[in-house]
């Protein structure tokens, strides 16, 4: 919803960080993308031993990283079909892994029932990113939706950072298959508009 609504927009912005730090030397954004998943599984450990809000610095640093990596490539056109790839498979490493540190979290602390949740919640955060490809993969355009990266980012860190991760899990467990629900009837409407243009 948050990238759908900003889009790119934000990327000078990004960039101006990005230059405050490390001047004209620009670093491959395939780099960058390495660095984010490197962040993404230190939360995932933090998390599972306990560490939240070590956990949450990690995840909010690997956070950056991924808007990091994709406003470098489009400001300095090193776009790449491989970057955008590796990039989204490795989105996939860092969420599932983040979310299994916190089912390992919960599970040492003998709280089964969120660790559960936690589960359900993963489920819906991987089909969540399965569903857009599907629908592109036949020429579909999928971006709708709730809980896209950043909301679940947003509200995993809120999570972390505030003490209340047990009820950002269930919102994130209800949520995630919310949009999963919303992507499957956005994709039937706009399967059956392409049926009936191809049929005129």
Do not use: W
């Amino acid at each position: 919803m948050i990238s759908s609504k900003i889009g790119h927009s934000l990327d000078p912005a990004i960039l101006k960080i990005y230059r405050f730090f490390f001047r004209s030397r620009i670093i491959d954004p395939n780099a960058l993308t390495l660095c984010g998943t490197f962040f993404g599984f230190l939360s995932a450990l933090s998390i599972a031993f306990g560490f939240l809000i070590s956990g949450g610095a990690a995840l909010l640093v690997s956070g950056f990283f991924d808007l990091l990596d994709g406003a470098i490539a489009r400001q300095t056109n090193r776009v790449s079909l491989f970057g955008g790839f590796l990039d989204s498979v490795l989105d996939r490493y860092s969420d599932l892994a983040v979310m299994l540190g916190i089912l390992v979290f919960y599970l040492n602390g003998n709280e089964r029932a969120y660790a559960v949740v936690t589960f359900i919640a993963s489920i819906g955060i991987a089909i969540i990113p399965y569903a857009r490809a599907r629908a592109e993969a036949a020429s579909l355009t999928c971006r709708s939706g709730f809980m896209e990266r950043p909301e679940r980012i947003i509200l995993l860190l809120i999570g972390l950072f505030s003490g209340v991760l047990h009820y950002a899990v269930i919102v994130l467990a209800v949520l995630s298959h919310v949009t999963v629900i919303q992507r499957i009837i956005h994709v039937k409407r706009k399967a059956e508009n392409q049926s009936i243009v191809d049929s005129e």
